[in-house]
Protein backbone atom coordinates (compact mmCIF):
# COMPACT_ATOMS: atom_id res chain seq x y z
CA UNK A 1 0.00 0.00 0.00
CA UNK A 2 1.82 3.45 -1.61
CA UNK A 3 2.29 6.17 1.76
CA UNK A 4 0.16 8.96 0.37
CA UNK A 5 1.85 11.85 -1.22
CA UNK A 6 0.77 14.29 1.14
CA UNK A 7 2.23 12.56 3.80
CA UNK A 8 5.30 12.69 2.41
CA UNK A 9 5.53 16.39 1.36
CA UNK A 10 4.86 16.92 5.00
CA UNK A 11 7.50 14.60 6.25
CA UNK A 12 10.22 16.49 4.30
CA UNK A 13 8.44 19.89 5.24
CA UNK A 14 9.30 18.70 9.06
CA UNK A 15 12.78 18.14 8.56
CA UNK A 16 12.78 21.16 6.46
CA UNK A 17 11.51 23.02 9.52
CA UNK A 18 14.00 21.46 11.97
CA UNK A 19 17.07 22.39 10.50
CA UNK A 20 17.03 26.43 10.78
CA UNK A 21 16.38 25.32 14.70
CA UNK A 22 19.21 22.68 14.72
CA UNK A 23 21.67 25.10 12.68
CA UNK A 24 20.89 27.84 15.54
CA UNK A 25 22.25 25.82 18.69
CA UNK A 26 25.02 23.69 16.88
CA UNK A 27 28.14 24.39 18.70
CA UNK A 28 26.69 27.07 20.70
CA UNK A 29 27.10 26.56 24.65
CA UNK A 30 23.14 25.13 25.12
CA UNK A 31 22.46 24.51 28.95
CA UNK A 32 22.33 20.59 29.40
CA UNK A 33 19.62 19.18 31.08
CA UNK A 34 19.59 15.55 32.80
CA UNK A 35 16.69 13.54 32.34
CA UNK A 36 15.13 10.65 34.46
CA UNK A 37 16.72 7.88 32.56
CA UNK A 38 19.81 9.99 32.54
CA UNK A 39 20.51 10.93 29.28
CA UNK A 40 20.81 14.73 28.46
CA UNK A 41 18.85 17.16 26.86
CA UNK A 42 19.04 20.90 25.55
CA UNK A 43 16.55 23.40 24.67
CA UNK A 44 17.48 22.30 20.64
CA UNK A 45 15.55 18.90 21.29
CA UNK A 46 12.76 20.53 22.73
CA UNK A 47 12.31 23.78 20.17
CA UNK A 48 12.99 21.29 17.44
CA UNK A 49 10.06 18.64 18.54
CA UNK A 50 8.12 21.81 19.18
CA UNK A 51 8.66 23.58 15.84
CA UNK A 52 7.10 19.68 14.07
CA UNK A 53 4.67 19.20 16.36
CA UNK A 54 2.83 22.45 15.29
CA UNK A 55 3.25 21.21 11.91
CA UNK A 56 1.47 18.24 12.33
CA UNK A 57 -1.09 19.18 14.44
CA UNK A 58 -2.41 21.87 11.77
CA UNK A 59 -1.74 20.50 8.68
CA UNK A 60 -2.65 16.64 10.11
CA UNK A 61 -4.62 17.01 13.17
CA UNK A 62 -6.43 13.45 13.39
CA UNK A 63 -3.13 11.74 13.32
CA UNK A 64 -1.13 11.16 16.36
CA UNK A 65 1.89 12.15 17.77
CA UNK A 66 4.63 9.97 20.06
CA UNK A 67 7.81 12.30 20.42
CA UNK A 68 10.54 11.70 22.68
CA UNK A 69 10.76 15.54 24.23
CA UNK A 70 6.77 16.27 24.36
CA UNK A 71 4.82 12.93 24.53
CA UNK A 72 1.82 11.44 23.25
CA UNK A 73 -0.86 12.50 21.68
CA UNK A 74 -3.95 11.02 19.94
CA UNK A 75 -2.15 7.53 19.90
CA UNK A 76 -5.43 5.32 19.26
CA UNK A 77 -5.21 7.21 15.70
CA UNK A 78 -4.31 5.06 12.59
CA UNK A 79 -1.25 7.30 11.75
CA UNK A 80 0.88 8.53 14.40
CA UNK A 81 3.82 10.04 13.73
CA UNK A 82 7.41 9.24 15.95
CA UNK A 83 9.95 12.11 16.11
CA UNK A 84 13.02 12.11 17.91
CA UNK A 85 14.06 15.72 17.33
CA UNK A 86 17.83 15.02 17.98
CA UNK A 87 18.90 11.57 17.99
CA UNK A 88 22.41 11.80 19.30
CA UNK A 89 22.16 14.71 22.04
CA UNK A 90 25.72 13.71 23.26
CA UNK A 91 27.40 14.17 19.86
CA UNK A 92 25.45 17.53 19.01
CA UNK A 93 26.03 18.87 22.73
CA UNK A 94 30.23 18.02 21.66
CA UNK A 95 29.92 19.59 18.20
CA UNK A 96 30.21 15.62 16.35
CA UNK A 97 27.82 16.27 13.23
CA UNK A 98 26.84 12.94 13.40
CA UNK A 99 23.31 13.42 15.27
CA UNK A 100 20.25 13.16 13.29
CA UNK A 101 16.90 14.30 13.20
CA UNK A 102 14.23 10.75 12.87
CA UNK A 103 10.94 11.16 11.37
CA UNK A 104 8.91 7.96 11.18
CA UNK A 105 5.18 7.76 10.52
CA UNK A 106 3.41 4.33 11.56
CA UNK A 107 0.53 2.99 9.99
CA UNK A 108 -1.80 1.00 12.68
CA UNK A 109 1.68 0.42 14.95
CA UNK A 110 3.77 -0.31 11.65
CA UNK A 111 6.15 2.08 10.33
CA UNK A 112 5.37 2.69 6.81
CA UNK A 113 7.64 5.97 6.56
CA UNK A 114 10.83 7.33 7.21
CA UNK A 115 13.51 10.18 7.27
CA UNK A 116 16.35 10.47 8.58
CA UNK A 117 17.98 14.26 8.30
CA UNK A 118 21.33 15.26 8.93
CA UNK A 119 21.36 19.15 9.25
CA UNK A 120 25.19 20.33 9.49
CA UNK A 121 26.32 18.36 6.58
CA UNK A 122 23.02 18.36 4.42
CA UNK A 123 22.21 14.77 4.66
CA UNK A 124 18.60 13.64 4.13
CA UNK A 125 17.84 9.37 3.80
CA UNK A 126 14.37 8.90 3.40
CA UNK A 127 12.09 5.59 2.30
CA UNK A 128 8.83 4.84 2.00
CA UNK A 129 6.62 1.87 1.90
CA UNK A 130 6.90 0.10 -1.82
CA UNK A 131 9.69 3.09 -3.15
CA UNK A 132 13.35 2.60 -2.96
CA UNK A 133 15.32 4.31 -0.68
CA UNK A 134 16.74 7.62 -1.81
CA UNK A 135 19.97 9.97 -0.14
CA UNK A 136 19.28 13.52 -0.99
CA UNK A 137 16.93 12.66 -3.96
CA UNK A 138 19.28 9.85 -5.45
CA UNK A 139 18.22 6.08 -5.35
CA UNK A 140 20.24 4.32 -3.41
CA UNK A 141 21.15 0.84 -2.24
CA UNK A 142 23.37 -1.27 0.73
CA UNK A 143 25.76 -3.64 -0.43
CA UNK A 144 26.42 -7.44 -0.52
CA UNK A 145 27.91 -8.90 2.67
CA UNK A 146 27.08 -12.78 2.97
CA UNK A 147 28.23 -13.13 6.39
CA UNK A 148 29.41 -11.64 9.47
CA UNK A 149 33.52 -12.04 9.19
CA UNK A 150 33.12 -10.31 6.24
CA UNK A 151 31.20 -7.07 8.15
CA UNK A 152 32.06 -3.74 9.18
CA UNK A 153 29.89 -3.34 12.78
CA UNK A 154 28.13 -0.65 14.21
CA UNK A 155 27.03 0.04 17.93
CA UNK A 156 26.68 3.46 19.54
CA UNK A 157 28.76 1.98 23.04
CA UNK A 158 29.61 -1.09 24.49
CA UNK A 159 28.45 -0.07 27.73
CA UNK A 160 25.07 0.12 26.48
CA UNK A 161 24.67 -3.25 26.40
CA UNK A 162 23.88 -5.31 30.15
CA UNK A 163 23.74 -8.59 31.44
CA UNK A 164 22.88 -11.04 28.70
CA UNK A 165 22.56 -8.25 26.45
CA UNK A 166 26.28 -7.90 26.74
CA UNK A 167 27.03 -11.49 25.57
CA UNK A 168 25.32 -11.02 22.51
CA UNK A 169 26.94 -7.40 21.52
CA UNK A 170 30.23 -9.15 22.46
CA UNK A 171 29.89 -12.41 19.95
CA UNK A 172 28.66 -10.40 17.50
CA UNK A 173 31.92 -7.80 17.91
CA UNK A 174 34.14 -10.94 18.24
CA UNK A 175 32.49 -12.93 14.97
CA UNK A 176 32.72 -9.20 12.53
CA UNK A 177 35.41 -7.91 10.43
CA UNK A 178 35.41 -4.44 11.98
CA UNK A 179 33.80 -2.93 15.10
CA UNK A 180 33.37 0.73 15.06
CA UNK A 181 31.16 2.59 17.62
CA UNK A 182 29.62 6.42 17.98
CA UNK A 183 27.01 7.04 15.52
CA UNK A 184 23.72 6.63 16.40
CA UNK A 185 21.07 6.41 13.82
CA UNK A 186 23.58 8.04 11.40
CA UNK A 187 25.29 4.46 11.47
CA UNK A 188 22.03 2.75 10.09
CA UNK A 189 22.24 5.50 7.32
CA UNK A 190 25.63 4.20 5.98
CA UNK A 191 24.05 0.59 5.97
CA UNK A 192 21.50 2.00 3.20
CA UNK A 193 24.65 3.41 1.55
CA UNK A 194 26.14 0.32 1.63
CA UNK A 195 28.93 2.01 3.45
CA UNK A 196 28.57 -0.74 6.10
CA UNK A 197 27.12 -3.95 7.31
CA UNK A 198 25.60 -4.57 10.44
CA UNK A 199 24.25 -2.13 13.26
CA UNK A 200 23.23 -4.00 16.78
CA UNK A 201 21.89 -2.13 19.91
CA UNK A 202 19.65 -2.61 22.48
CA UNK A 203 17.48 -0.32 24.97
CA UNK A 204 16.11 1.62 22.37
CA UNK A 205 12.37 3.58 22.10
CA UNK A 206 10.26 3.92 19.48
CA UNK A 207 11.63 6.76 18.48
CA UNK A 208 15.14 5.65 18.16
CA UNK A 209 14.11 3.33 15.50
CA UNK A 210 10.67 3.46 13.71
CA UNK A 211 12.15 6.05 10.97
CA UNK A 212 14.96 3.30 10.16
CA UNK A 213 12.78 0.81 9.56
CA UNK A 214 11.43 1.89 6.18
CA UNK A 215 15.04 3.60 4.94
CA UNK A 216 16.57 0.12 5.39
CA UNK A 217 13.93 -1.98 3.57
CA UNK A 218 13.73 0.58 0.74
CA UNK A 219 17.60 0.17 -0.02
CA UNK A 220 17.43 -3.35 0.04
CA UNK A 221 18.40 -4.00 3.73
CA UNK A 222 16.85 -5.80 6.88
CA UNK A 223 15.81 -4.50 10.18
CA UNK A 224 14.52 -6.34 12.68
CA UNK A 225 13.97 -7.54 16.56
CA UNK A 226 17.03 -9.60 17.78
CA UNK A 227 14.20 -12.64 17.44
CA UNK A 228 14.06 -11.43 13.61
CA UNK A 229 10.45 -9.73 13.95
CA UNK A 230 9.50 -6.70 11.94
CA UNK A 231 9.63 -3.51 13.78
CA UNK A 232 6.49 -1.91 15.46
CA UNK A 233 5.70 0.86 17.76
CA UNK A 234 5.47 -1.79 20.34
CA UNK A 235 8.87 -3.68 19.71
CA UNK A 236 11.07 -4.34 22.36
CA UNK A 237 14.03 -1.92 21.46
CA UNK A 238 16.63 -4.64 20.90
CA UNK A 239 17.50 -4.06 17.47
CA UNK A 240 19.62 -6.15 14.39
CA UNK A 241 19.71 -3.82 11.08
CA UNK A 242 22.27 -5.24 8.15
CA UNK A 243 22.46 -4.44 4.30
CA UNK A 244 22.59 -8.24 3.52
CA UNK A 245 19.46 -10.36 4.73
CA UNK A 246 22.13 -13.05 4.35
CA UNK A 247 24.50 -11.88 7.05
CA UNK A 248 21.39 -10.69 9.22
CA UNK A 249 20.47 -14.15 9.49
CA UNK A 250 23.58 -15.18 10.85
CA UNK A 251 23.14 -12.59 13.35
CA UNK A 252 20.20 -13.27 14.24
CA UNK A 253 21.09 -17.10 15.35
CA UNK A 254 24.35 -15.57 16.66
CA UNK A 255 22.27 -13.75 19.05
CA UNK A 256 20.26 -16.54 20.20
CA UNK A 257 22.87 -18.55 20.84
CA UNK A 258 24.73 -16.20 23.24
CA UNK A 259 22.23 -15.53 24.96
CA UNK A 260 19.88 -19.04 25.16
Given amino acids: MAVDRNFIDIAHQLADAARPVVRHYYRTKV ?57 GTKSFITGKPSFTTLIALCRNGVPVLGLIDQAITDERWFGAEGQSTTFNGTTISSRACPSLDQAIFFTTAPELFRGVEQKAYEAVRDGCRQPMYGMDAYAYGLV ?44 SGQVIASGDSRCHRQVVDMIAAAIA
Fill in 192 to 235: ALGLADIVVEAGLQAYDFCALAPVLAGAGGAITDWQGKDLSMHS
Fill in 31 to 87: AIDVKADASPVTIADREVERTMREILTRELPDHGILGEEHGRHNMDAQYVWVLDPID
